[in-house]
T-cell receptor, first 114, second 112 residues
Framework: DTGVSQNPRHKITKRGQNVTFRCDPISEHNRLYWYRQTLGQGPEFLTYFQNEAQLEKSRLLSDRFSAERPKGSFSTLEIQRTEQGDSAMYLC????????????FGPGTRLTVT | DAKTTQPNSMESNEEEPVHLPCNHSTISGTDYIHWYRQLPSQGPEYVIHGLTSNVNNRMASLAIAEDRKSSTLILHRATLRDAAVYYCILKREETSGSRLTFGEGTQLTVNP
């Protein structure tokens, strides 16, 4: 296993368009997290899955944001009707269940909304 | 989330030890102390974590105060590749599946 992968690495879109990002976690991990990072700030938690169940989504920034993990493997994060303020790095991480385990991050998807 | 306090920046010379401090006076008994670092244009990278006892791994050592209200990440011999933002995070299972709450971290500069 080569770690957490994210695609695409970069996405440029026009305001109002929808975008979807994909995350492939480490295969044995049952938890998957999404974070967002803006310039100069630490990553900000958005949502997480345990297997296919989305157990926390109150931190998603608006109802334009949604995430899925249909078979408990890869996950997608969709942003509808993008706004310039959505420009950021979107990071995915995976881990085993429980606070004692570390999270492994992917390289992120850089979104630019023009 | 329990809060951590770190210096905004620190500087070190190459091949010298670096001690990165973190205060977490409101830590609870079930909080794990995790350290991550982030190099420019990369996702965060796990460094080390502990609960009560000091920990060592190939990357670093973690020294935890007896009252657990502070900890120190120790890089034994800094290299230029260690220049990064270092985050000290308290991780608790009950908090959204043990999500990570990042603060501003410490920007470490390593001088050649």
């Amino acid at each position: 296993d080569t770690g957490v992968s994210q695609n695409p690495r970069h996405k440029i879109t026009k305001r109002g368009q929808n975008v979807t990002f994909r995350c492939d976690p480490i295969s044995e991990h049952n938890r998957l997290y999404w974070y967002r990072q803006t310039l100069g700030q630490g990553p900000e938690f958005l949502t997480y899955f345990q297997n296919e169940a989305q157990l926390e989504k109150s931190r998603l920034l608006s109802d334009r944001f949604s995430a899925e993990r249909p078979k408990g493997s890869f996950s997608t994060l969709e942003i509808q009707r993008t706004e310039q303020g959505d420009s950021a790095m979107y990071l995915c991480a995976s881990s085993f269940f429980a606070a004692s385990y570390e999270q492994y991050f992917g390289p992120g998807t850089r979104l630019t909304v023009t | 989330d329990a809060k951590t306090t770190q210096p905004n920046s620190m500087e070190s010379n190459e091949e010298e030890p670096v001690h990165l401090p973190c205060n977490h006076s409101t830590i609870s008994g079930t909080d794990y102390i995790h350290w991550y670092r982030q190099l420019p244009s990369q996702g965060p990278e796990y460094v080390i974590h502990g609960l009560t006892s000091n920990v060592n791994n190939r990357m670093a050592s973690l020294a935890i105060a007896e009252d657990r209200k502070s900890s120190t990440l120790i890089l034994h011999r800094a290299t230029l590749r260690d220049a990064a933002v270092y985050y000290c995070i308290l991780k608790r299972e009950e908090t959204s599946g043990s999500r990570l709450t990042f603060g501003e971290g410490t920007q470490l500069t390593v001088n050649p």
